[in-house]
């Protein structure tokens, strides 16, 4: 699987982005979809996971209610719909592709994502 995202700027808080991921490759509709984020001098962390048929979503507790993940197959794409965007949510973000167990704490383990896009930077000014 081959992953490309994309969709990144500067946004004022309160602001909205979407991000895309592209994807290529004959597993990407049986995987689990991803993104990660990873802000200057952090480690990277999961903000959001969605399942192959695009039924089950899953949210790191400071995205929940303001962010929005979602896939189209028939598109071979990922989005994440940001809203409300705080200086906080600054980071790269990744997109990413594995097999981790559902309903379990997996989805949230970057362990558990065998491919990764490039990285887009989201900036959220004050």
């Known amino acids: 699987v081959q992953l490309q995202a994309f969709g990144g700027g500067l946004v004022q808080a309160g602001g909205s982005l979407r991000l895309s991921c592209a994807a290529s490759g004959r597993t990407w509709s049986s995987s689990v979809m991803g993104w990660f984020r990873q802000a200057p001098g952090k480690e990277r962390d999961f903000v959001a996971a969605?399942?192959?048929?695009?039924?089950?979503?899953y949210y790191e507790d400071s995205v929940k209610g303001r962010f929005t993940i979602s896939r189209d197959n028939a598109k071979n794409t990922m989005y994440l719909q940001m809203n409300s965007l705080k200086p906080e949510d600054t980071a790269v973000y990744y997109c990413?592709?594995?097999?981790?167990?559902?309903?379990?704490?997996?989805?949230?383990?970057?362990?558990?994502?065998?491919?990764w896009g490039q990285g887009t930077e989201v900036t959220v000014s004050s």
């Open positions: 969605i399942s192959w048929s695009g039924g089950t979503a």
């Open positions: 990413a592709a594995g097999s981790p167990a559902e309903y379990s704490s997996s989805v949230g383990d970057y362990d558990e994502y065998n491919y």
